[in-house]
T-cell receptor, first 110, second 112 residues
Framework: QQPVQSPQAVILREGEDAVINCSSS?????VHWYRQKHGEAPVFLMI?????EQKGHEKISASFNEKKQQSSLYLTASQLSYSGTYFC???????????FGSGTQLTVLP | NAGVTQTPKFQVLKTGQSMTLQCAQD?????MYWYRQDPGMGLRLIYY???????DKGEVPNGYNVSRLNKREFSLRLESAAPSQTSVYFC???????????FGSGTRLTVV
């Protein structure tokens, strides 16, 4: 039931855009996105609830396609500070907890 | 505002020893969680507590026990440590299921 993330890794230059995908084989109640820098704790970015619309802040946004049980995280005009591992977490609704994907390692180069 | 506080930050145990990882949050959150993180495997749920007085098993509960001592505190106990339990352990909390998780800084545990 672990969601599948793609790609596993991506390398960008500063200013470039990236998309990270998260898909589930089961119907979702919500999707969370987190960023984790090396040696640190994951930090919450945003949550997308069933029936909700695209969310975002600054240059990071996300969408949730309920029919396909997929979510995508969009990073536009990437900055060096965006480097880290991005995890999606899915809530199936039947259990009050998140299952995380294996992560996407994002590296932004100058 | 401290958020989620975990202790200890590092620990080395010998096989068969026991220990308790402590977690406390000061955000008046209802739900608390224990995850372990191993390289390449993301975060896997060990146990969670949806509200004070309740606990439930997650994906990988074997070898662990938990206690929701009160609304603020949620501890994880390893009764007889095994090398397979070498990992980084994260405690997290959330106000309710429609909100994001706040994670503690983690405990890096090595079992030799």
């Amino acid at each position: 039931q672990q969601p599948v993330q793609s790609p596993q890794a991506v390398i960008l230059r500063e200013g470039e855009d990236a998309v990270i995908n998260c898909s589930s084989s089961k119907a979702l109640y919500s999707v969370h996105w987190y960023r984790q820098k090396h040696g640190e704790a994951p930090v919450f970015l945003m949550i997308l609830l069933k029936g909700g619309e695209q969310k975002g802040h600054e240059k990071i946004s996300a969408s949730f396609n309920e029919k396909k049980q997929q979510s995508s995280l969009y990073l536009t005009a990437s900055q060096l500070s965006y480097s880290g591992t991005y995890f999606c977490g899915t809530d199936l609704g039947s259990a009050r907890q998140l299952t995380f994907g294996s992560g996407t390692q994002l590296t932004v180069l100058p | 505002n401290a958020g989620v506080t975990q202790t200890p930050k590092f620990q080395v145990l010998k096989t068969g020893q026991s220990m308790t990882l402590q977690c406390a949050q000061d955000m008046n959150h209802n739900s608390m969680y224990w995850y372990r993180q191993d390289p390449g495997m993301g975060l896997r749920l060990i146990y969670y507590s949806a509200s004070e007085g309740t606990t439930d098993k997650g994906e990988v509960p074997n070898g662990y026990n938990v206690s929701r001592l009160n609304k603020r505190e949620f501890s994880l106990r390893l009764e007889s440590a095994a090398p397979s339990q070498t990992s980084v352990y994260f405690c997290a909390s959330s106000l309710d299921r429609g909100r994001g998780y706040t994670f503690g800084s983690g405990t890096r545990l090595t079992v030799v």
